[in-house]
T-cell receptor, first 116, second 109 residues
Framework: GAVVSQHPSWVICKSGTSVKIECRSLDFQATTMFWYRQFPKQSLMLMATSNEGSKATYEQGVEKDKFLINHASLTLSTLTVTSAHPEDSSFYIC????????????FGPGTRLTVL | GQSLEQPSEVTAVEGAIVQINCTYQTSGFYGLSWYQQHDGGAPTFLSYNGLDGLEETGRFSSFLSRSDSYGYLLLQELQMKDSASYFCVAPTGANNLFFGTGTRLTVIP
């Protein structure tokens, strides 16, 4: 089946630093990848849609200068949280569209970010 | 705007049947999916309804009524491992997904 990995699985950083999260499709090429944020006991909220080789499309209310997304290849997308603050602490999940089954996405295991 | 409303919590006994409802309001409709998420884990796809009616996949079934803007997920022969959060999800037509509010299912012995 389609497998998506994320690295790191958890990270703790100091306020003001930047953190990079990687999302990889391991056994398929993903033209489109998605980034979600999930606060405790809440639903997933789409942050941005990332297409290989082009600029990401951000959802309303998501600061594109704070959450930098790069989709440099068909198997890798990265999310960089710049100048992180405690309110950015959350569970960040990526997903990838295989392009084979309509509207089915495969999700990575998530990255738990804690900003002190 | 879009909204997919679910009960926040449901508790059921092992071996029983439970139904998780979802009522939706969307600007365009492209079907309804269901995903399962265990604590700290990735959401995993369970089922998709593009048309009205019942879709069955093993112990899980999903139902859709587009005229009522309503769907449900039915879990039969509940097992302890079914304790998780369940989300109804609407494809937006822009190749992305909008997640419902989520239902936390707790299965008790």
């Amino acid at each position: 089946g389609a497998v998506v990995s994320q690295h790191p699985s958890w990270v703790i950083c100091k306020s003001g630093t930047s953190v990079k999260i990687e999302c990889r499709s391991l056994d398929f090429q993903a033209t489109t990848m998605f980034w979600y944020r999930q606060f405790p006991k809440q639903s997933l909220m789409l942050m941005a849609t990332s297409n290989e080789g082009s600029k990401a499309t951000y959802e309303q209310g998501v600061e594109k200068d704070k959450f930098l997304i790069n989709h440099a290849s068909l198997t890798l997308s990265t999310l960089t949280v710049t100048s992180a603050h405690p309110e950015d602490s959350s569970f960040y999940i990526c997903s990838a569209d295989t392009g084979t089954t309509a509207d089915t996405q495969y999700f990575g295991p998530g990255t738990r970010l804690t900003v002190l | 705007g879009q909204s997919l409303e679910q009960p926040s919590e449901v508790t059921a006994v092992e071996g029983a049947i439970v139904q998780i409802n979802c009522t939706y309001q969307t600007s365009g409709f492209y079907g309804l999916s269901w995903y399962q998420q265990h604590d700290g884990g990735a959401p995993t796809f369970l089922s998709y309804n593009g048309l009205d009616g019942l879709e069955e996949t093993g112990r899980f079934s999903s139902f859709l009524s587009r005229s009522d803007s309503y769907g449900y997920l039915l879990l039969q022969e509940l097992q302890m491992k079914d304790s998780a959060s369940y989300f109804c999800v609407a494809p937006t037509g822009a190749n992305n997904l909008f997640f419902g509010t989520g239902t936390r299912l707790t299965v008790i012995p």
